[in-house]
T-cell receptor, first 114, second 111 residues
Framework: GQQVMQIPQYQHVQEGEDFTTYCNSS?????IQWYKQRPGGHPVFLIQ?????EVKKQKRLTFQFGEAKKNSSLHITATQTTDVGTYFC??????????????FGQGTILTVHP | DVKVTQSSRYLVKRTGEKVFLECVQD?????MFWYRQDPGLGLRLIYF???????EKGDIPEGYSVSREKKERFSLILESASTNQTSMYLC??????????FGPGTRLTVL
């Protein structure tokens, strides 16, 4: 079945360092979404990418969707302690009545040392 | 502001009890979901509903059932709770092709 893999599983950085998490799908995706879950919280939608090669920015966060629409990345410039949390990518499920069902990656847990 | 609410943040039940987890969304979303989240296993879909009274099994439906009698409400039922169902349960809703909005979660402990 469809798989969405994320690496790394964990990342520990010093405040001010950059951070990148990568997402790879076993199938071509019509779009990809990114979510952030703060410790003790629930996943919160960050962004959706739809076009091949698309790049979107949200302040210090840069999201990319690969040309083949099978991979994506999230890059954070100059991390801050507020960036701590788990970052998930998610893609629509292939086949069947998808109706918005997503396959989530395992997530990357980011910790930031002040 | 969009909102998904869950009936309890924390719940403790005994093995064999029937457990009801309630979820309500106020965004008029078509789709509603129940996920469970466990360390190292990510978010796993239990059940999904795309319309009132319509449901589909997710990846791990065994031991669970659901009910959606009204568009805004989606209930997860543990017919006979077991210790391996101790987990964080997250309800969510969406319109197809758009962002999923999650509730705050219910941390269920089965003793």
């Amino acid at each position: 079945g469809q798989q969405v893999m994320q690496i790394p599983q964990y990342q520990h950085v010093q405040e001010g360092e950059d951070f990148t998490t990568y997402c790879n799908s076993s199938t071509t995706l019509s779009n990809i979404q990114w979510y952030k879950q703060r410790p003790g919280g629930h996943p919160v939608f960050l962004i959706q990418l739809v076009k091949s090669g698309e790049v979107k920015k949200q302040k210090r966060l840069t999201f990319q969707f690969g040309e083949a629409k099978k991979n994506s990345s999230l890059h954070i410039t100059a991390t801050q302690t507020t960036d701590v949390g788990t970052y998930f990518c998610a893609g629509p499920r292939a086949g069947g009545t998808s109706y918005g069902k997503l396959t989530f990656g395992q997530g990357t847990i980011l910790t930031v040392h002040p | 502001d969009v909102k998904v609410t869950q009936s309890s943040r924390y719940l403790v039940k005994r093995t064999g009890e029937k457990v009801f987890l309630e979820c309500v969304q106020d965004m008029d979303h078509e789709n509603m979901f129940w996920y469970r989240q466990d360390p190292g296993l990510g978010l796993r879909l239990i059940y999904f509903s795309y319309d009132v009274k319509m449901k589909e099994k997710g990846d791990i439906p065994e031991g669970y059932s659901v009910s959606r009698e009204k568009k805004e409400r989606f209930s997860l039922i543990l017919e006979s709770a077991s210790t391996n169902q101790t987990s964080m349960y997250l309800c969510a809703s969406s319109n197809s092709g758009r962002a999923i909005f999650f509730g705050p979660g219910t941390r269920l402990t089965v003793l």
